[in-house]
């Protein structure tokens, strides 16, 4: 079996497995720490710091939310 006999019945069969095991909850909060992952290793290839991104979540977050008419 090659990955191009892979197809949706079996995609949808494995996730179907995978939220059985993990539960939605959990596998939201995975997702999260994947993408945190990933988003730190990026940043760690590009020699970006998260300092950066620290001192701007704090800088969106202090600002008062924008009145919209």
């Known amino acids: 079996m090659s990955l191009r006999d892979f197809g949706l019945p079996e995609l949808l069969l494995i ?6 095991l993990f539960g939605p909850g959990r596998i939201g909060k995975l997702a999260g720490e994947l993408g945190k992952g990933i988003r730190s ?11 950066d991104r620290e001192e701007k ?13």
């Open 15 to 20: 996730l179907l497995i995978v939220i059985l």
């Open 41 to 51: 290793f990026r940043d760690g290839i590009t020699g970006k710091g998260g300092e």
């Open 57 to 69: 979540n704090k800088d969106e977050a202090s600002k008062p939310p924008s009145e919209e008419k």
